[in-house]
């Protein structure tokens, strides 16, 4: 790295942060929704605003039988419709014969064997050797294949200062044995510095600004521990159901394992952490893992009995629309035993969050969709204005908003104009679309970026990965696996969530924060 | 988004809001938004535009408008006519709002003052009164620094914005600059726009020069050459002070707008400044060496740079964004950049050499 910033002097200072390098990136699973609606918009826009490298080549890899000209149009054409940016015909047309497309079986091995041959002519025609970037964002039955392909065909080997990287999609794994069989392979292929497990809530503005909120002001760290704050509460809620086919991946995995045992344990590690010795890679990620791993963990039927709630949504209304219970939904099993609410109870064996409990709660069929981070500080002694008309209101409460509305609001105490003494929560409220007119980049913008520049802080490290699937796994296994395992409750679609959830937050005199 | 809704204000012919007492300006602003209970007040900045051209005021206010979509700030507007014959000063408020995301009202406060006559240290009194506490203070000055630009004013303001292309002076201009920081012990950043007229021409280079062929040529170059609008010969020449500083190449001779430069390897190298007044403010930066030529250019108008580099006869084509023209459009590109702006105070030696 160090060699190649000597040799071009141009790429000094101009931005603060690593600079991406120039490479191919290879799709496989290029027919798929993610590539079209996410990934080549993510690198359109990115060419754009400047940021992406000349040269950079784009290879669609997947087993339909199409052309370069067919895929190109098919990207084109979404990249009209759901490009951040909009639509520029001079930068698409500088940018599409850059893109092509690779017909293969994702078993096949000539089809590996057809593709290196591919990269070595691009490389032989540019005169240069060039960086290699294989996403995997095909579905997860084929994430062995490609990558012991990949192997065989020599192109995860670094070459001659040259990097070959891979990034790979969720789900990573289905559980704690699925997950580390796979980091065997990937591995097995690609060293763990090239390798850069995705989870793009991590990507998002507000996840990144996490940090920021908590380091560099000097109001918050000092009050981020046991002694000020009575717990934190991390809700992910969606009002959608299983639109659009989703049911057949969602009713295999489940609330808990699809978006707690990565995305709101991120989410988690980022709020818990201790201030990392560097914003280097390993120094950020040492010391979420270190959160994930001090998780106490419900290992049994009863203590998960006592912390985890799960839930089905019965048939409801939601916006005035009549909208079918889980097991009624399109693809969905009628006797389906998988979770669609999930509420737990986390807590962190730690120094500075003994006793402090991590509210965790994500569900479809909510009333509305909201990601946000609730930190809620102990009330004050109540020895002044407990005469108080009303008496003492309630704490405070810090609102990290992730989506949508983007920002951080505060829950203060104010006293009510009048004679008497009377007080009212009043909230002091940061919006970015308010402040920031700009429009942030989307997270796989970023992510893409990130992992150009061989930067992996925002992506998820193996022991991270692992641990987190030890957490889910001993929950899945007292669900499942357990004589006599904790219930499944229900609650009608619209509301939020059972009942039973809220019971594990009012027996600790505690409530769920209103969104 | 495009569209601007003026909220409970009845614009004046001259666009500047309603005309309201100095004394009573914190009062009318409070009744501004009592009157709209659906709408944002926000601001991140103060954000002040002065001018000694009492004729632009109106258009600064459609600056600000344009600048508030992405910058929710106090944009204060002051103008001096400083060769009216008797001391006034004149004060109109007004809110510029925006649609957020199609959705929220966000608006931006807008003080304008024109102030008349001779009465030093009215300038920065009228400053002090009117800025939103705990917020910076963004201050471009347009056209040329006066004597207005004293220590008293410039202590108050944390980024300055100037357009050193407007200039008569490049010299005296830059002087002052550089007094300035040293005044305000390195603190205020300085951000000139003739800079940031070259960023994607700076981004772009160093993009090109990623290429291995690019990389490998870099110590054969033997000419470059920058091609510019006469009046943006600032930009042009911090554009090359850029090159020049990050190769690590001496200047050996300066002869007019030509010059001849020396590598770290004892390599001559010739860089020129051609002026070609129909095309683009900077419309080419072009590198030459005997197996390599990389270009950058841009017509007149077009808001794509066209990259190429060719080796060996073989050429490889990009396109990619270009600078703004219009100096509201580079500020905002400013705002949305932030940061210390420390390459270009690295590159000011280097440019003072070459002007």
């Given at each position: 790295?160090?060699?190649?910033?000597?040799?071009?002097?141009?790429?000094?200072?101009?931005?603060?942060?690593?600079?991406p390098?120039?490479?191919?990136?290879?799709?496989?699973?290029?027919?798929?929704?993610?590539?079209?609606?996410?990934?080549?918009?993510?690198?359109?826009?990115?060419?754009?605003?400047?940021?992406?490298?000349?040269g950079?080549?784009?290879?669609?890899?997947?087993?339909?039988?199409?052309?370069?000209?067919?895929?190109?149009?098919?990207?084109?054409?979404?990249?009209?419709?759901?490009?951040?940016?909009?639509?520029d015909?001079?930068?698409?047309?500088?940018?599409?014969p850059?893109?092509?497309?690779?017909?293969?079986?994702?078993?096949?091995?000539?089809?590996?064997?057809?593709?290196?041959a591919?990269?070595d002519?691009?490389?032989?025609?540019?005169?240069?050797?060039?960086?290699?970037?294989f996403?995997?964002?095909?579905a997860?039955e084929?994430?062995?294949?490609?990558l012991?392909?990949?192997?065989?065909?020599?192109l995860?080997?670094?070459?001659?200062?040259?990097?070959s990287r891979?990034?790979?999609?969720?789900?990573?794994?289905?559980?704690?044995?699925?997950?580390?069989?796979?980091?065997?392979?990937?591995?097995?292929?690609?060293?763990?510095?090239?390798?850069?497990?995705?989870?793009?809530?991590l990507?998002?503005?507000t996840?990144?600004?996490?940090?920021?909120?908590?380091?560099?002001?000097?109001?918050?760290?000092?009050?981020?521990?046991?002694?000020?704050?009575?717990?934190?509460?991390?809700?992910?809620?969606?009002?959608?159901g299983?639109e659009?086919?989703?049911?057949?991946?969602?009713?295999?995995?489940?609330?808990l394992r699809?978006?707690?045992?990565?995305h709101?344990?991120?989410?988690?590690?980022?709020?818990?952490?201790?201030?990392?010795?560097?914003?280097?890679?390993?120094?950020?990620?040492?010391?979420?893992?270190?959160?994930?791993?001090?998780l106490?963990?419900?290992?049994?039927?009863?203590?998960?009995?006592?912390?985890?709630?799960?839930?089905?949504?019965?048939?409801?209304n939601?916006?005035?629309?009549?909208?079918?219970?889980y097991?009624?939904?399109?693809?969905?099993?009628?006797?389906s035993?998988?979770?669609?609410?999930?509420?737990?109870?986390?807590?962190?064996?730690t120094?500075?969050?003994?006793?402090?409990?991590?509210?965790?709660?994500?569900?479809?069929?909510?009333?509305?969709?909201?990601?946000?981070?609730?930190?809620?500080f102990?009330?004050?002694?109540?020895?002044?204005?407990?005469?108080?008309?009303?008496?003492?209101?309630?704490g405070?409460?810090?609102?990290?908003?992730?989506?949508?509305?983007?920002?951080i609001?505060?829950?203060?105490?104010?006293?009510?104009?009048?004679?008497?003494?009377r007080?009212?929560?009043?909230?002091?409220?940061?919006?970015?679309?308010?402040?920031?007119?700009?429009?942030?980049?989307?997270?796989?913008e970023?992510l893409?970026?990130?992992?150009?520049a061989?930067?992996?802080?925002?992506?998820a490290?193996?022991?991270e990965?692992?641990?987190?699937?030890?957490?889910?796994?001993?929950?899945?296994?007292?669900?499942?696996?357990?004589?006599?395992?904790?219930?499944?409750?229900e609650?009608?679609?619209?509301?939020?969530?059972?009942?039973?959830?809220?019971?594990?937050?009012?027996?600790?005199?505690?409530?769920?924060?209103?969104? | 988004?495009?569209?601007?809704l003026?909220?409970?204000?009845?614009?004046?012919?001259a666009?500047?809001?309603?005309?309201?007492?100095?004394a009573?300006?914190?009062?009318?602003?409070?009744?501004?938004?009592?009157?709209?209970?659906a709408?944002?007040?926000?601001?991140?900045?103060?954000?002040?535009?002065y001018?000694e051209?009492?004729?632009?005021?109106?258009?600064?206010?459609?600056?600000?408008?344009?600048?508030?979509?992405?910058?929710?700030?106090?944009?204060?507007?002051?103008?001096?006519?400083?060769?009216?014959?008797?001391?006034?000063?004149?004060?109109?408020?007004?809110?510029h709002?925006h649609?957020?995301?199609?959705?929220?009202?966000?608006?931006?406060?807008?003080?304008?003052?024109?102030?008349?006559?001779?009465?030093?240290?009215?300038?920065?009194?009228?400053?002090?009164?009117?800025?939103?506490?705990?917020?910076?203070?963004?201050?471009?000055?347009?056209?040329?620094?006066s004597?207005?630009f004293?220590?008293?004013?410039?202590?108050?303001?944390?980024?300055l914005?100037f357009?050193?292309?407007?200039?008569?002076?490049?010299?005296?201009?830059?002087?002052?600059?550089?007094?300035?920081?040293?005044d305000?012990?390195?603190?205020?950043?300085?951000?000139?726009?003739?800079?940031?007229?070259?960023?994607?021409?700076?981004?772009?280079?160093?993009?090109?020069?990623?290429?291995?062929?690019?990389?490998?040529?870099?110590?054969?170059i033997?000419?470059?050459?920058?091609?510019?609008?006469?009046?943006?010969?600032?930009a042009?020449l911090?554009?090359?002070?850029w090159?020049v500083?990050?190769?690590?190449?001496?200047?050996?001779?300066?002869?007019?707008?030509?010059?001849?430069?020396?590598?770290?390897?004892?390599?001559?190298?010739?860089?020129?400044?051609?002026?070609?007044?129909?095309?683009?403010?900077?419309?080419?930066?072009?590198?030459?060496?005997?197996?390599?030529?990389?270009?950058?250019?841009?017509?007149?108008?077009?808001?794509?740079?066209?990259?190429?580099?060719?080796?060996?006869?073989?050429?490889?084509?990009?396109?990619?964004?270009?600078?703004?023209?219009?100096?509201?459009?580079?500020?905002?590109?400013?705002?949305?950049?932030?940061?210390?702006?420390?390459?270009?105070?690295?590159?000011?030696?280097?440019?003072?050499?070459?002007?």
């Amino acid at each position: 790295m160090a060699e190649r910033s000597v040799s071009n002097p141009f790429r000094e200072d101009l931005v603060s942060r690593n600079r991406p390098d120039a490479c191919t990136v290879v799709i496989f699973g290029a027919t798929g929704d993610l590539t079209h609606r996410k990934l080549v918009p993510a690198l359109y826009n990115l060419a754009v605003d400047g940021e992406l490298p000349p040269g950079v080549q784009i290879i669609g890899f997947a087993r339909r039988d199409w052309t370069d000209e067919f895929f190109r149009e098919g990207l084109e054409k979404l990249n009209r419709k759901v490009s951040r940016t909009g639509h520029d015909e001079e930068l698409w047309n500088s940018l599409a014969p850059n893109i092509s497309y690779h017909q293969s079986e994702f078993q096949d091995e000539d089809g590996y064997a057809s593709l290196a041959a591919k990269l070595d002519a691009a490389d032989e025609e540019r005169g240069a050797k060039g960086n290699r970037l294989f996403y995997i964002a095909s579905a997860p039955e084929y994430f062995d294949d490609i990558l012991l392909h990949l192997k065989k065909a020599g192109l995860s080997e670094e070459r001659e200062g040259c990097w070959s990287r891979v990034i790979v999609e969720k789900p990573f794994g289905t559980t704690l044995a699925t997950a580390q069989h796979l980091n065997q392979v990937v591995n097995g292929t690609f060293e763990e510095k090239d390798t850069y497990r995705i989870d793009h809530y991590l990507g998002k503005e507000t996840a990144q600004n996490i940090m920021v909120l908590r380091f560099a002001n000097a109001i918050f760290e000092p009050l981020w521990n046991k002694q000020y704050i009575d717990h934190i509460q991390i809700t992910c809620a969606e009002h959608l159901g299983m639109e659009g086919g989703r049911g057949a991946y969602y009713d295999g995995a489940g609330a808990l394992r699809d978006m707690v045992q990565n995305h709101l344990l991120q989410l988690l590690s980022l709020v818990a952490m201790e201030p990392p010795t560097d914003l280097s890679a390993d120094g950020v990620r040492d010391e979420k893992v270190k959160v994930i791993r001090s998780l106490r963990q419900w290992d049994t039927p009863e203590l998960v009995k006592e912390n985890v709630v799960r839930a089905q949504y019965l048939s409801g209304n939601i916006n005035g629309n009549e909208v079918p219970g889980y097991r009624e939904e399109d693809r969905v099993n009628p006797e389906s035993e998988t979770e669609a609410y999930v509420a737990l109870r986390c807590m962190i064996d730690t120094w500075r969050w003994s006793g402090v409990p991590f509210y965790v709660r994500v569900g479809k069929r909510l009333p509305k969709k909201a990601t946000e981070i609730s930190v809620h500080f102990k009330e004050t002694p109540s020895v002044l204005f407990n005469a108080a008309p009303g008496g003492v209101p309630d704490g405070n409460v810090l609102v990290i908003r992730i989506q949508p509305d983007e920002g951080i609001s505060l829950r203060m105490n104010s006293k009510l104009p009048g004679t008497s003494l009377r007080m009212e929560p009043v909230k002091m409220d940061f919006h970015y679309a308010s402040s920031f007119g700009k429009s942030s980049p989307e997270a796989y913008e970023r992510l893409l970026l990130d992992c150009m520049a061989g930067d992996a802080t925002l992506f998820a490290r193996r022991d991270e990965v692992e641990e987190a699937w030890r957490f889910v796994d001993n929950i899945e296994r007292a669900w499942h696996e357990s004589e006599n395992p904790p219930p499944m409750a229900e609650f009608p679609a619209g509301g939020w969530g059972p009942t039973e959830a809220d019971e594990m937050l009012s027996g600790e005199g505690r409530k769920w924060r209103r969104l | 988004m495009e569209e601007a809704l003026a909220m409970g204000v009845e614009l004046s012919s001259a666009g500047l809001g309603r005309a309201v007492e100095v004394a009573a300006i914190d009062g009318e602003l409070k009744k501004l938004w009592e009157a709209d209970d659906a709408s944002t007040n926000a601001s991140l900045m103060n954000f002040l535009i002065y001018t000694e051209d009492p004729s632009q005021l109106t258009a600064n206010s459609e600056t600000i408008l344009s600048l508030t979509q992405e910058n929710a700030c106090r944009a204060l507007l002051i103008a001096m006519d400083r060769e009216a014959p008797e001391p006034s000063i004149e004060a109109y408020i007004t809110a510029h709002c925006h649609l957020a995301h199609g959705k929220k009202s966000i608006c931006s406060e807008q003080v304008s003052f024109l102030l008349k006559g001779k009465s030093l240290g009215r300038l920065r009194n009228t400053v002090f009164a009117h800025l939103n506490s705990d917020l910076p203070l963004v201050f471009w000055w347009q056209n040329e620094l006066s004597d207005l630009f004293e220590e008293g004013l410039y202590r108050l303001v944390d980024r300055l914005i100037f357009d050193s292309s407007t200039w008569a002076d490049p010299t005296a201009g830059f002087e002052r600059i550089v007094a300035a920081r040293e005044d305000t012990g390195q603190s205020m950043i300085t951000q000139d726009l003739s800079w940031t007229r070259s960023y994607f021409f700076r981004l772009a280079t160093a993009g090109l020069f990623d290429d291995p062929a690019a990389k490998k040529s870099f110590s054969a170059i033997n000419k470059v050459k920058i091609v510019a609008q006469k009046e943006q010969r600032t930009a042009a020449l911090l554009l090359l002070a850029w090159v020049v500083e990050l190769s690590g190449w001496k200047l050996l001779l300066k002869n007019g707008d030509s010059f001849e430069l020396s590598s770290a390897e004892g390599n001559l190298i010739e860089a020129s400044i051609e002026w070609n007044e129909d095309g683009a403010p900077l419309s080419e930066l072009s590198f030459f060496s005997p197996d390599c030529e990389i270009k950058i250019t841009r017509e007149r108008g077009n808001p794509h740079l066209c990259q190429s580099l060719c080796t060996d006869g073989h050429c490889l084509y990009f396109s990619g964004p270009a600078d703004a023209d219009a100096p509201a459009d580079l500020v905002a590109s400013q705002l949305s950049r932030g940061g210390k702006n420390s390459l270009f105070l690295r590159v000011l030696p280097q440019f003072f050499e070459l002007l």
